[in-house]
Nanobody
Framework: QVQLVESGGGLVQAGESLRLSCAAS????????MGWYRQVPGKQRELVAT???????NYADSVKGRFAISRAIANNTVALQMDSLKPEDTAVYYC?????????WGQGTQVTVSS
């Protein structure tokens, strides 16, 4: 089992930055992948950014050039740096981990961007 706890959400104005962090309950070195997803009411959860065990990253087109995912294996954390935020980035952001065939999710953290 893996517990994931997100932090860092909040209310910001358009153009500002936020940094989300996700702490895992055990060593992330062997995790196949970790990532961030987001969801707004009435819509499906969508991928924001992922990072694989080898360090490869992938981003949704809507956040490329503005968001950056990183991980700190020593601290068992993965972070999402979000710059130049837009109102359409408003959502609940979820941390995700894939360990072999198992998927784990955090409880989510709200990000609200005002115009």
């Amino acid at each position: 089992q893996v517990q994931l706890v997100e932090s860092g959400g909040g209310l910001v104005q358009a153009g500002e930055s936020l940094r989300l962090s996700c702490a895992a309950s055990r060593n992330i070195f062997s995790f196949n992948a970790m990532g961030w997803y987001r969801q707004v009411p009435g819509k499906q959860r969508e991928l924001v950014a992922t990072i694989t065990i080898g360090g490869s990253t992938n981003y949704a087109d809507s956040v490329k050039g503005r968001f950056a995912i990183s991980r700190a294996i020593a601290n068992n954390t993965v972070a999402l740096q979000m710059d130049s935020l837009k109102p359409e980035d408003t959502a609940v952001y979820y941390c995700h981990a894939r360990v072999y065939q198992n998927n784990y999710w955090g409880q989510g953290t709200q990000v609200t961007v005002s115009s």
